[in-house]
Nanobody
Framework: VQLQASGGGLVQAGGSLRLSCTASGTIFSIDNMGWYRRAPGKQRELVAVITRDGETGYADSVKGRFTISRDYAKNTVYLQMNNLKPEDTAVYYC???????????????WGQGTQVTVSS
């Protein structure tokens, strides 16, 4: 199983970026998918999560600015980031809780990370 993230880059404050992350390989089902970030000198934090049923949750710092969504057919999760701020600068990681076979428990898998840099 691999999670491939893309869409990071350099943007000015107030701008937008859209991150994508696709899970590939032997996958029976995917439960939660989410985005985390790690800023320089800080611990990794949860940014947004979307459940198998489509319920979403956000960190308070991104509510109203970020939107998480997923394409179930493509095993892909997206993070639309609007009105970006310098404090959003971080490496963003996608995560998926998935089962490779129906009889196996779900495990968490991570993408490689994509850099988002917001200039003031």
């Amino acid at each position: 199983v691999q999670l491939q993230a893309s869409g990071g880059g350099l943007v000015q404050a107030g701008g937008s970026l859209r991150l994508s992350c696709t899970a590939s390989g032997t996958i029976f089902s995917i439960d939660n998918m989410g985005w985390y970030r790690r800023a320089p000198g800080k611990q990794r934090e949860l940014v947004a999560v979307i459940t198998r049923d489509g319920e979403t949750g956000y960190a308070d710092s991104v509510k109203g600015r970020f939107t998480i969504s997923r394409d179930y057919a493509k095993n892909t999760v997206y993070l639309q980031m609007n009105n970006l701020k310098p404090e959003d600068t971080a490496v963003y990681y996608c995560n998926a809780d998935l089962r490779v076979e129906y009889w196996k428990p779900a495990n968490g898998y991570w993408g490689q990370g994509t850099q988002v840099t917001v200039s003031s």
